[in-house]
């Protein structure tokens, strides 16, 4: 997804929302030279848009307001290249917004099923009464960062030779921050958080929550195990889910990068689909997603439904900036601030299956 893409999409509020967060050198106008940051001074445009002015601060300022989204652009693209089931979430809008950094933990309640309705002549039927019971879950919202440098001396040379500015560390900063991002979800974080009475909650990952369906799958890299074989598993998987958990899908099937190959196999001799083309034709699959994140002998099958699944954001990938003492260093922070809210009903069903040869 590219910056322009990412800034369209409603997951940021435009280059004004992204100028406004950081100081930076005015290159024109009033301020030109000056640090400023972008505002909104609260008035509408002829066609009822937001007007934005700059504002003088207090503040040093290193980058400029084009050197500032060529880094966000960079950084963003990068990060969306290795963003797959964290990117399936915000793109089907299973995220919740926990408020900012101030929230460090995110609860939410998990209820049980009543009993049947029952079928009568008369609405004055005495009926059996019910009610459900609740309980309280929560994950704690951690940091993820990777802190970069760019040194002041290539900052200046990169405006004398007027070229852009080389932010390939940042890129790889992005590229660290969403891998762990990735591996967060799959597999969990080994870290806790309690809330004010002394509940303490953990990170669980698709691939050990304690309610998870599970299915012990074949080898699916090995050659001896055929396309009908591995979809034969992925019908079971599904089943697994709607007889045990109550969870009827569209489901996404995530993959390792080792089985990718065996998807675009054909499906049979002589066939005219590959593997990929046939689990995709089912009603049940919405999509198989390859994950280089997913270890090999591991497969998720998903139900991306906000009853089962969503990302608590408090921050998406962004940036932040500030000079070291001496002011010959530049140094940056990538980061995100979000966690994966896996649900379970409080009779612990679920919409995830997970699938291992262990």
């Known amino acids: 997804m590219s910056f322009e893409s990412f800034m369209n999409s409603g997951m940021a509020g435009g280059e004004n929302d992204v100028l406004a967060k950081r100081?930076?050198?005015?290159?024109?106008?009033?301020?030109?030279?000056?640090?400023?940051?972008?505002?909104?001074?609260?008035?509408?445009?002829?066609?009822?848009?937001?007007?934005?002015?700059?504002?003088?601060?207090?503040?040093?300022?290193?980058?400029?307001?084009?050197?500032?989204?060529?880094?966000?652009?960079?950084?963003?693209?990068?990060?969306?290249?290795?963003?797959?089931?964290?990117?399936?979430?915000?793109?089907?809008?299973?995220?919740?917004?926990?408020?900012?950094?101030?929230?460090?933990?995110?609860?939410?309640?998990?209820?049980?099923?009543?009993?049947?309705?029952?079928?009568?002549?008369?609405?004055?039927?005495?009926?059996?009464?019910?009610?459900?019971?609740?309980?309280?879950?929560?994950?704690?919202?951690?940091?993820?960062?990777?802190?970069?440098?760019?040194?002041?001396?290539?900052?200046?040379?990169?405006?004398?030779?007027?070229?852009?500015?080389?932010?390939?560390?940042?890129?790889?900063?992005?590229?660290?921050?969403?891998?762990?991002?990735?591996?967060?979800?799959?597999?969990?974080?080994?870290?806790?958080?309690?809330?004010?009475?002394?509940?303490?909650?953990?990170?669980?990952?698709?691939?050990?929550?304690?309610?998870r369906e599970t299915y012990t799958i074949s080898d699916w890299s090995s050659a001896l195990v055929t396309p009908e074989t591995i979809f034969t598993e992925i019908l079971a998987m599904v089943q697994a889910l709607e007889t045990n958990q109550r969870s009827y899908g569209p489901f996404n099937l995530y993959i390792p990068g080792v089985y990718a190959s065996r998807f675009r196999e054909d499906f049979k001799e002589f066939s005219d689909k590959t593997l990929m083309e046939r689990v995709q034709d089912e009603d049940s699959i919405a999509r198989v997603r390859v994950s280089d994140v997913l270890t090999d002998g591991n497969v998720i099958m998903q139900e991306m439904n906000r009853r089962v699944i969503d990302l608590a954001v408090a921050a998406d990938v962004t940036t932040v900036q500030w000079q070291s003492g001496s002011g010959f260093t530049n140094n940056f922070k990538t980061y995100a601030a979000w966690a994966p809210r896996l649900k379970s009903d409080y009779d612990g069903r679920c919409g995830t299956c997970h699938g291992s040869t262990a």
Do not use: C
């Open 23 to 211: 100081p930076y050198i005015a290159t024109n106008g009033r301020y030109a030279g000056h640090p400023v940051v972008t505002v909104n001074t609260g008035q509408l445009d002829e066609g009822g848009n937001p007007v934005y002015a700059e504002r003088p601060i207090n503040t040093n300022a290193t980058l400029r307001k084009d050197e500032w989204i060529d880094l966000e652009d960079q950084i963003i693209e990068a990060a969306r290249e290795r963003l797959v089931i964290v990117d399936d979430l915000q793109s089907a809008g299973l995220t919740y917004n926990v408020g900012g950094l101030g929230t460090i933990i995110s609860e939410w309640e998990t209820g049980s099923e009543i009993t049947d309705a029952e079928i009568t002549m008369d609405g004055e039927t005495v009926n059996n009464k019910d009610r459900q019971a609740f309980g309280l879950n929560g994950v704690p919202i951690p940091i993820i960062q990777k802190d970069f440098t760019i040194g002041e001396r290539m900052l200046l040379a990169s405006r004398q030779r007027g070229a852009s500015l080389d932010v390939t560390t940042g890129t790889e900063a992005a590229r660290a921050v969403a891998r762990k991002s990735e591996s967060m979800v799959f597999f969990g974080a080994n870290i806790g958080a309690s809330n004010s009475a002394g509940t303490s909650y953990s990170i669980p990952g698709l691939t050990t929550f304690a309610d």
